[in-house]
Every structure is written in structure tokens, then in C-alpha cells.
């Protein structure tokens, strides 16, 4: 499924970034991994497939997901998402006690799109489900990691989506803060990422990213076509991207 969703990506985008900055280094935590991220689009279901496939192959992932949404999109049940009722306090009982069963095993990871429901990546505050706070009680040795999700337009067809890992919390460094705290220091955590983010984005300097996945360019259809014959009678290379992006001369990590 994940072989399905990098093609899908690559038709319908035009690259998933993620900022020289924004790439994880919490795979080799000896725990389970919880992500939790902001919840933009349509878009971060393909994107956190992706991440997870890509950066993290090794861990088993799992997600919630709305009860009333997997029922129409049940593929996502064969890639680890698992149904929560988000209007009930039924529902948020079903989704701690599936965490902890989940985060019983130190391989696996949760990604939880920890909004809840769609918002803007610029809205403040974000509203994060008070449940993401409790998941260091449910798992002390767990490692919390910030994850920002955007999407924009620049110079191609395709819009670009955006992702960025912050620096985690370990579970047990939230248990020592008062309940109350918890959820604000995530919140914080996230926020900032997200405000980090954006500001790359805004800056459209493509050598600030590194490309996870390159999507196809240009425009195509009898434009590109004329495009490449003209490049073929001038005997040059045909590049269908509308922009030549500077080679970072960095290799992926």
C-alpha cells in the first residue's frame, strides 16, 4: 500500500519536502514512537503513509482514524488505522485503550492527527485533543514527537506538501509536569514547528528542503508536447519543470 500511495503521490503533487532541519532522528528509540501532527488537508493520510514507509521502516505504525470515515475509506484498516468514534466520550475511552495495547510494544509507532478534525495550518490555538496528553501516562517509556503538516503551491502545476519532525519529549519528562501542563507543552512543541515551517515555505527557496518524493512536473498534454520538440529541434534537453531548482549537494539522510 505504500508502493501505492508514493505513486499516487508522484501523479497528483509535485514533491513532499521536508526542511534540512525537520528530518527525525528518534528511530532508534528503545521505546514506542508517538508522532502527532497538525491536520491540514485531505493530503496527510498519503503523507504520513509516506513518512512512515520512508523514514521509519523498521517500526509497525499504527493511527486512529474516524469510525465514520474508515467505514467509507476501509483500505486504510489494511495499513494499521483503527476506528474511533471522535463525538463520544465512548470514543475517547476506544482510543486509550487501543494506544496502550498499541504502545505495549516498544517497535511500534501511533500517528495521530491530533487535531481531530480539519484545520488551518496557520490557526492558533491549535486545539489538540486533550487524549494525545494522557498517552505518557499509558506509556512512560514512549517518545512524543512533533510533527508539521502544510501544503502550497509554488512554481509548478502540482501543489508541494510540507512536512517537519520537531525535537521530541520522552514521556517521562511530561509525567513529571502537573496534568494540566501536559497538553499545553505539546501544543507549544508543535506550534512552533508549524511556525517554522511556514516560514520556508513562505520563503520558496526550494535548497532550504530536501525532497522526500518528486512528483511528476509540468504541464503536460500538447504544451509539453510542443515543449519537447522545440527542445529536440534546438538540441537541447527537454526539463519540464517550469523552474531549475539549486542542488542542495546534500544527500538525503
Same mark, same amino acid.
Given at each position: 500500500? *505504500? @508502493?501505492? /500511495?508514493? =505513486?499516487?503521490? #508522484?501523479?497528483? &503533487?509535485?514533491?513532499? $519536502?521536508?526542511?534540512? !532541519? ?69 470514543? *475517547? @475511552?476506544? /482510543?486509550? =485503550?487501543?494506544? #496502550?495495547?498499541? &504502545?505495549?510494544?516498544? $517497535?511500534?509507532?501511533? !500517528? ?142
Amino acid at each position: 500500500m *505504500a @508502493a501505492y /500511495f508514493e =505513486r499516487f503521490t #508522484r501523479r497528483h &503533487l509535485n514533491a513532499v $519536502r521536508l526542511p534540512r !532541519w525537520g528530518w527525525p532522528d528518534c528511530a532508534g528509540h528503545p521505546g514506542p514512537i508517538v508522532v502527532y501532527c497538525n491536520h491540514p488537508a485531505w493530503w496527510d493520510a498519503a503523507v504520513v503513509i509516506l513518512l512512515a514507509a520512508k523514514l521509519f521502516p523498521e517500526r509497525e505504525g499504527r493511527a486512529p482514524f474516524d469510525a465514520r470515515m474508515l467505514a467509507r475509506y476501509r483500505i486504510f484498516q489494511r495499513m494499521g488505522a483503527f476506528g474511533v468514534d471522535l463525538d463520544s466520550p465512548r470514543g *475517547a @475511552a476506544q /482510543f486509550l =485503550r487501543n494506544a #496502550r495495547a498499541i &504502545l505495549a510494544d516498544p $517497535r511500534r509507532m501511533l !500517528w495521530i492527527t491530533a487535531q481531530g478534525r480539519f484545520v488551518d495550518a496557520r490557526a492558533r490555538p491549535l486545539g489538540l485533543r486533550p487524549g494525545v496528553a494522557r498517552l505518557a501516562e499509558l506509556a512512560p517509556d514512549a517518545l512524543l514527537v512533533p510533527l508539521a503538516l502544510d501544503y502550497a503551491f509554488w512554481e509548478e502545476r502540482g501543489a508541494e506538501a510540507f512536512a517537519a519532525f520537531g525535537p521530541p519529549v520522552t514521556a517521562a519528562e511530561l509525567l513529571a509536569m502537573p496534568r494540566s501542563e501536559r497538553l499545553a507543552r505539546l501544543e507549544r512543541d508543535l506550534a512552533a514547528v508549524l511556525d517554522r515551517l511556514g516560514a520556508d515555505i513562505v520563503s520558496r527557496e526550494p535548497e532550504r528542503f530536501r525532497p522526500l518524493l518528486a512528483g511528476r512536473k509540468g504541464v503536460g498534454g500538447i504544451y509539453d508536447l510542443w515543449r519537447r520538440l522545440a527542445a529536440l529541434a534546438a538540441g537541447r534537453r527537454f526539463d519540464p519543470a517550469h523552474t531549475i531548482e539549486r542542488p542542495t549537494g546534500e544527500p538525503l539522510p
